[in-house]
């Protein structure tokens, strides 16, 4: 039995990772699920004693802030999960010889590429979530841990607070909203980088890993936030307009990438993945929802 612990499981990705949790390729898999009320991944003996405990071999770190514009006046906070308490798990796994999933993000990058980013480019965050996104990447790396990064992008789920639900709420009250259209990225249903993370479990020989590989997992395509917007409202059936506006008209504390899209050849060639279209799997989980 390899026993798989998954922090922040009350998130989208971790209620993600619940629901599939009961698939028959996971029968080797006991899986604990936590959430900040049980265990804080900030606290160091908390979390030493717990994978002890229950002798966890596998840690898949779905815990974070991820109030990205928020983080602009909470630096303190955003640091203290993102990169704090990776080094807290990180340091954990390695004391309970446990190998770390971290789930890291698009926004380490600068966003003045033109091209898709690769693992190995360089990352530039400029904004207080990218960067406290960077140094847990960075405290993962230092600490010896074998374990593997894996940067994503645009999650929205069925679960908690999301662009989706944002678009649902609003193309119910409104008769059209403003989008911003010259940002672009891929939007990712959290569903699909849980089935992902739990290929990976299932295909790992734990035993052999060294190090720690960086992986980027998206869904398919890239689109602007407002061609995102216009299929949201387009295929839940709503009337609401959606207009483009650009970066400059909206007003957000946060500087955010003009362009984030993922290079996901590294993930699909190492465990043969296949990867569906962001608006295939919108589709999917609007009929799931609505
Ligand atoms: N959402 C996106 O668009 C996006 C994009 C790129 C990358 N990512 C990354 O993908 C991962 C999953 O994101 P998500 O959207 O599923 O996040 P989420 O929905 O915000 O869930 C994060 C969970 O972690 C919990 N948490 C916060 N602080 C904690 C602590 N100290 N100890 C334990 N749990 C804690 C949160 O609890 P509370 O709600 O009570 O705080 C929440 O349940 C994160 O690493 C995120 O950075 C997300």
């Known amino acids: 039995m390899l026993t798989v612990l998954v922090t922040g499981c009350n998130g989208q990705l971790g209620m993600e990772l619940r629901r599939l949790s009961n698939d028959s390729r996971c029968a080797f898999c006991r899986f604990l699920f936590v959430d900040v009320d049980v265990l804080d991944i900030c606290n160091r003996p908390e979390v030493h004693n717990y994978m002890k405990m229950n002798k966890v071999d596998v840690v898949v770190n779905a815990a974070a802030y991820t109030a990205v514009d928020k983080a602009e006046t909470e630096p303190g906070l955003a640091f203290a999960v993102n990169r704090d308490g990776v080094a807290v798990l990180a340091d954990c796994c390695v004391e309970n010889h446990a190998f770390l999933i971290h789930v890291s993000t698009d926004y380490v990058f600068d966003g003045t590429a033109d091209m898709p980013y690769k693992e190995h480019d360089q990352v530039n965050p400029i904004g207080v979530y990218g960067k406290s996104k960077r140094a847990g990447e960075e405290e993962m790396m230092a600490k010896g841990v074998y374990g593997m990064i894996i940067r994503t992008a645009w999650l929205y789920s069925g679960y908690g607070n999301n662009f989706v639900k944002t678009m649902l709420r609003l193309g119910s009250e409104r008769e059209q909203v403003m989008v911003v259209a010259d940002q672009h990225g891929t939007p990712t249903w959290a569903a699909d980088l849980a089935g992902a993370i739990i290929e990976i479990i299932v295909q790992t020989d734990f035993s052999k890993r060294q190090g720690v590989e960086v992986y980027h997992y998206t869904d398919e395509g890239e689109c602007t936030w407002f061609e995102f917007a216009s299929s949201i409202m387009r295929l839940a059936g709503k009337s609401c307009r959606v207009l483009p506006i650009s970066t400059s008209e909206y007003p957000s504390s946060c500087q955010r990438p003009a362009y984030s899209v993922l290079d ?25 929802i609505l």
């Open 264 to 288: 996901k050849t590294k993930i699909k060639n190492t465990f043969r993945i296949d990867i569906p279209q962001w608006e295939d799997s919108l589709r999917k989980m609007l009929e799931e």
